[in-house]
Nanobody, 126 residues
Framework: QVQLEESRGGLVQAGGSLRLSCAAS????????MGWFRQAPGKEREFVAA????????WYADSVKGRFTISRDNAENAVYLQMNSLKPEDTAVYYC???????????????????WGQGTQVTVSS
């Protein structure tokens, strides 16, 4: 149905920057939200950021607000996450996700999303 593939993550020193991308294929609906979650070892998957189907609205977890920026390119069926001022606590596997814009009223929980990528490792060293 819908396949999502994240770009390679990476290793970066604290204070550095990294840009993630995620490309979608096989989509069967036009209006879709996109988002990013992350999961650190021993912890639950947590919400990072989301963007509405037309790019007009964005949401961020408090922990990344002011440091991360989500954007999208609908012509390329892609979503991006620009991560600045990275901290060791940002180390996690990052997952992109997508859903029809009328799938749920909320976006914070994993169950609010329909399709997921395989994840990409981001490691921030001290």
């Amino acid at each position: 149905q819908v396949q999502l593939e994240e770009s390679r993550g990476g290793l970066v020193q604290a204070g550095g920057s990294l840009r993630l991308s995620c490309a979608a294929s096989g989509r069967t609906f036009s209006n879709y939200d996109m988002g990013w979650f992350r999961q650190a070892p021993g912890k639950e998957r947590e919400f990072v950021a989301a963007i509405s189907w037309n790019g007009g609205l964005t949401w961020y977890a408090d922990s990344v607000k002011g440091r991360f920026t989500i954007s999208r390119d609908n012509a390329e069926n892609a979503v991006y996450l620009q991560m600045n001022s990275l901290k060791p606590e940002d180390t996690a596997v990052y997952y992109c996700a997508t859903r029809r814009d009328d799938y749920r009223e909320t976006f914070y929980y994993t169950g609010d999303w329909e399709y997921w990528g395989q994840g990409t490792q981001v490691t921030v060293s001290s």
